[in-house]
T-cell receptor
Framework: DAGVIQSPRHEVTEMGQEVTLRCKPI?????LFWYRQTMMRGLELLIY????????DSGMPEDRFSAKMPNASFSNLKIQPSEPRDSAVYFC???????????FGEGSWLTVV | DQQVKQNSPSLSVQEGRISILNCDYT??????FLWYKKYPAEGPTFLIS?????DKNEDGRFTVFLNKSAKHLSLHIVPSQPGDSAVYFC??????????FGAGTILRVKS
């Protein structure tokens, strides 16, 4: 069975450029989460969706960050313009509404230089 | 303000001994707790969980203990194996809502 699929796995970009990270949740899962992992703060929740609707975006650091979920099988996280402090691993995760466990993708490693 | 805290950034244990990872939380509305394990260059994977109505859950070498009055949970791994070396994240959930994670503890099991 396919798990959560994220792309790209690695991204190196210059400061000021737009970055788009993509996620395909597990089929049938109706919750989708975007997390960011940094050394200082561990795993931070950025935003999550239920049935494609954003429920809580209080973790999005600033207006440079945006996320959409146009359909049940796709979500993207955009950073525009990117800054060096955005360098981190970004994880997408999904779960069933009836479940307690969320399942993570392998992450997108972002480096902004 | 971190609602889930893992105060030990790292832990080193000899193979065959017990590993104890600790986690504290502040939100009394949390009703479900999970532990995730993460290897380098991989996403976190679910390890074990416990509902707030229980105080212990066991799965093979892994046991999670919950002390609600102290708002504290711990993960015991016995016996520890070198393959257990990873980052362990504690997570807590308010009913129906998001998971809040701690900062993680790096476990190193020495052979």
């Amino acid at each position: 069975d396919a798990g959560v699929i994220q792309s790209p796995r690695h991204e190196v970009t210059e400061m000021g450029q737009e970055v788009t990270l993509r996620c395909k949740p597990i089929s049938g899962h109706d919750y989708l989460f975007w997390y960011r992992q940094t050394m200082m703060r561990g795993l931070e929740l950025l935003i999550y969706f239920n049935n494609n609707v954003p429920i809580d975006d209080s973790g999005m650091p600033e207006d440079r960050f945006s996320a959409k979920m146009p359909n049940a099988s796709f979500s993207n996280l955009k950073i525009q313009p990117s800054e060096p402090r955005d360098s981190a691993v970004y994880f997408c995760a999904s779960r069933l509404s009836s479940g307690n466990t969320i399942y993570f993708g392998e992450g997108s490693w972002l480096t902004v230089v | 303000d971190q609602q889930v805290k893992q105060n030990s950034p790292s832990l080193s244990v000899q193979e065959g001994r017990i590993s104890i990872l600790n986690c504290d939380y502040t939100n009394s509305m949390f009703d479900y707790f999970l532990w995730y394990k993460k290897y380098p260059a991989e996403g976190p994977t679910f390890l074990i969980s416990i509902s707030s109505i229980k105080d212990k859950n066991e799965d093979g070498r892994f046991t999670v203990f919950l002390n609600k009055s102290a708002k504290h949970l711990s993960l015991h791994i016995v016996p520890s194996q070198p393959g257990d070396s990873a980052v362990y994240f504690c997570a807590a959930r308010e009913y129906g809502n998001k998971l809040v994670f701690g900062a993680g503890t790096i476990l190193r099991v020495k052979s």
